[in-house]
Every structure is written in structure tokens, then in C-alpha cells.
Antibody
């Protein structure tokens, strides 16, 4: 059974940093691209960042490019999101999501999410 | 960026009736279009991928169709558990983009 478990969310001041983690199990982690997708309270879904399965090529939404860094440790089956220079508009529930291919595909599994609140 | 526009934002339908949800892309896509549903307090879950292929375990009352810039999700006979929010998403080009969602509510 595929499981994705996010952690690391919390309350942080504007300009601060936070590192999210997503522990994966139930599939061959290195064979699939992974993304972070966020959802602001009461709003829709926004894709944030993506990393391929084994050559670690990355892509980012313009809204986070230069501030967020996605990475993965295939030896630990874990996905990360380093978030720097956080802004109030980054407040959201952050989901990690598995893609159906090494370099792309739709999202077939989602975690439960971890909440990030940016506020002074 | 490919902008995905869903309509209507809210759709009121009676149980047992048919619902048709639309998703328009700002530029032509291949078949790399997915539909997800989301209940309050839960993560999204996959319904349809490749514009028309049902995900594992999705009942036959759900069907996806369309090509180019116009895509449709049809639910043939609404059950009580179907009243939630539906999102389309393109995975054809970077950045990946979602539509704003359609909330299906009980009439």
C-alpha cells in the first residue's frame, strides 16, 4: 500500500524558513517523480515544485522559484521541501504527491498534508 | 503557462441526475489531462487520467472526454458521496496547473 506522510509544518514568521519532509513507502521511491502541491485555506490546488525520480531534475512554480528548494533522498525514501524567505501568501496545507512516471505523469497518490502558517 | 478554467464554479444537481463539468485549457493539450476529487478535510484523489481513463476503483458512472482545449467530466447518475469539489489538471507542460475547481452541491 502506497503511503505518503508529510511532516515539518508549523507557524513561522515572515522571512523565516521551514523544511518539510515526506516519508514514502509501498513503492519503489526512486522510480517516480514527486511533487509538492499546496492549498491555501478555502482555496484551490497550486502545484509548487517537482523532482524526477533518479536524475533529480527539478521544476518550480514562479511563485516560489528562488525561495524554495525541492530535494529527495532515495536511500531514505524521503522527499523534502526547503522553504526560505517565507511570505504570508505561502500559508497553506502542503501535500506531497507521487507522479506516475520517472519524469512526469499525473498524480496518483497524495499524502494527508502538513500545514504551514506564515504570520507575525 | 497553461491556464485551466473550470466551469461552472458551483453546480447544483439532484441525486440520480447527470452532472457535466467543463475544463478549458488556454492552449491545446495532448491527452495529458487529469481529474481529481476532494472532500472537505481530505487530500485530492485521482478520478481520471489521460483525459478519459478511469483510475483504479473508480466506478463506471464517471467518464472523461475531450481533446485539444476542451475537456469534460461526466457523472451519469449522482450518488450522495459524489457531492464534493472536482479539479482538472494538465501535466503536458511546465508549470503544472490546476483549474479552480467545480463544487458539486445537492439541489
Amino acid at each position: 500500500e502506497v503511503q505518503l506522510l508529510e511532516s515539518g509544518g508549523g507557524l513561522v514568521r515572515p522571512g523565516g524558513s521551514l523544511r518539510l519532509s515526506c516519508a514514502a513507502s509501498g513503492f519503489t521511491f526512486s522510480s517516480y517523480a514527486m511533487s509538492w502541491v499546496r492549498q491555501a485555506p478555502g482555496k484551490g490546488l497550486e502545484w509548487v515544485a517537482d523532482i524526477s525520480g533518479n536524475d533529480f531534475s527539478t521544476h518550480y512554480a514562479d511563485s516560489v522559484n528562488g525561495r524554495f528548494t525541492i530535494s529527495r533522498d532515495n536511500s531514505k525514501d524521503t522527499l523534502y521541501l526547503q522553504m526560505n524567505s517565507l511570505r504570508a501568501e505561502d500559508t497553506a496545507l502542503y501535500y506531497c504527491a507521487k507522479r506516475t512516471g520517472n519524469y512526469g505523469g499525473n498524480f496518483d497518490y497524495w499524502g494527508q498534508g502538513t500545514l504551514v502558517t506564515v504570520s507575525s | 503557462e497553461i491556464v485551466m478554467t473550470q466551469s461552472p464554479a458551483t453546480l447544483s444537481v439532484s441525486p440520480g441526475e447527470r452532472a457535466t463539468l467543463s475544463c478549458r485549457a488556454s492552449q491545446s493539450l495532448s491527452s495529458n489531462l487529469a481529474w481529481y476529487r476532494q472532500k472537505p478535510g481530505q487530500p485530492p484523489s485521482l478520478l481520471i487520467y489521460g483525459a478519459s481513463t478511469r483510475a483504479t476503483g473508480i466506478p463506471a458512472r464517471f467518464s472523461g472526454s475531450g481533446s485539444g482545449t476542451e475537456f469534460t467530466l461526466t457523472i451519469s447518475s449522482l450518488q450522495s458521496e459524489d457531492f464534493e469539489v472536482y479539479y482538472c489538471q494538465q501535466y503536458d507542460n511546465w508549470p503544472l496547473t490546476f483549474g479552480g475547481g467545480t463544487k458539486l452541491e445537492i439541489k
